[in-house]
């Protein structure tokens, strides 16, 4: 069994143990930065309450992690592993999280690769154990990287109900020990059948966190606005996308407080003042025939649309965004699940998961956005006469979100 030699109050989980290991890697400037971060960037100006760190969700991934690895019989030094694998995972992401990493060089796992092996923390943990092992469990390679990265892995578990608990919202309910204690390691993490209803609830928890918070309607804007700014900043040549994952969240905001570009600097105060873009005008992605079409559109064809849009309306197509959203993912789906001695996955044995799968394109859409100012104007904008979009149904969902009675006619 590991040897404990403190312990750090989390709010989700209660008291943390760490090993001396732990302790030392957790010093480091590098993991401390961590705490410069927010887990979910602007998402603060939605729910006040969001303003946990990166920091705190790497530990909590720890955390899980370690129990997973307990509850499926690993070594001491196989939790060990884990352990630190589920600290670090993060460790690579640029300021704002995931708003930053567009305009970045590199993906935030290649910055944590590079982060575990090129800095003090390589030290640290080659005196033990292999860096390669740990990058790779990160990235969820070999028989341990599912646990850290997968259908069913910690570091979802401990988003998920972290930030449902601190935006306020009720939609983070998960069983987390009948999930655990159902999994068992074969070739692959596989679940019991036991723990179908469990997992169901997780991806049900997903499901509306997304519109609700990860794609709220604001939080797309914000990101949109920021992203729009620091791009800016990277035409211009005063910000070097190499630099910019060492920045923290504070240290970016000064770096575009002190632009050059007026229109960096204007960005920037209306998101401090919250003066954000609005809504103007949206199509659901349910309208399309082949919804996944939508993700083909290139960002030079929105580009262009936009600055269609700001000739025919004379307003700076810089304030203008024609906005997709996230692909709604959900790998949960693919779990393989234990039953009478056969593997089946997850949307196989479960009609709600089978729901949700045809459901997910309800509620995201393409959004055209631009400042207050504008919005009586822009209203008399027909998206599709400016882009080139896929085949539509004969159905016409408009309104905010998704039609309740067809995720119910999928059941």
Aim: hydrophobic residues 35%; proline residues 3%.
């Amino acid at each position: 069994m590991l040897e404990y030699k403190k312990s750090i109050r989390d709010s989700i989980n209660g008291n943390i143990p760490i090993t001396e290991l732990e302790k030392e890697i957790l010093d480091y400037p590098q993991f401390q930065r961590l705490r410069r971060i927010k887990q979910l960037g602007f998402t603060s100006l939605i729910y006040p309450g969001a303003n946990h760190s990166r920091f705190e969700h790497s530990i909590g991934t720890m955390h899980l992690a370690s129990k997973l690895a307990v509850e499926l019989g690993l070594d001491d030094d196989e939790v060990q592993l884990v352990r630190l694998a589920g600290m670090l995972h993060d460790i690579g992401h640029g300021p704002f999280s995931h708003v930053s990493e567009s305009v970045m060089n590199v993906k935030h796992e290649e910055q944590t690769a590079f982060i575990i092996k090129n800095t003090a923390i390589s030290t640290k943990i080659s005196e033990n154990f292999n860096l390669d092992e740990v990058v790779d469990i990160i990235n969820g390679k070999g028989k341990l990287g599912p646990i850290i990265s997968g259908e069913l892995d910690v570091d979802r578990m401990d988003y998920l109900i972290r930030d449902s608990h601190y935006t306020g919202v009720a939609y983070g309910v998960i069983d987390l020990d009948r999930i655990i204690s159902n999994l068992k390691l074969e070739k692959f993490l596989v679940l019991d059948i036991k723990g179908v209803q469990a997992a169901e609830a997780m991806l049900v928890a997903r499901y509306f966190m997304y519109p609700s918070v990860y794609q709220h309607h604001t939080t797309r804007i914000v990101n949109a606005m920021f992203r729009r700014s620091i791009d800016k900043m990277v035409e211009s040549g005063e910000l070097d996308t190499k630099k910019l994952s060492i920045y923290d969240d504070n240290e970016l905001i000064t770096k575009c407080k002190n632009s050059t570009l007026e229109y960096t600097k204007d960005i920037i105060e209306r998101l401090e003042n919250r003066q954000l873009f609005k809504r103007i005008k949206t199509i659901r992605l349910n309208n399309f025939l082949h919804p996944n079409d939508v993700f083909d559109i290139k960002e030079r064809d929105l580009k262009k649309a936009e600055r269609e849009i700001g000739e025919d309306y004379n307003i700076d197509s810089n304030y203008i965004f024609i906005n997709l959203p996230e692909y709604p993912k959900f790998d949960e789906m693919k779990t393989q699940i234990a039953l009478n001695d056969n593997l089946y996955h997850l949307n196989e044995v479960s009609s709600i998961v089978q729901a949700l799968n045809k459901a997910r394109f309800n509620y995201p859409d393409i959004a055209l956005y631009a400042p207050k100012e504008y919005k009586e104007d822009l209203r008399k904008v027909n998206i599709e006469d400016y882009l080139d979009l896929p085949e539509k149904t004969d159905k016409n969902y408009n309104i905010t979100h998704y039609d309740q009675q067809d995720l119910l006619n999928y059941m």
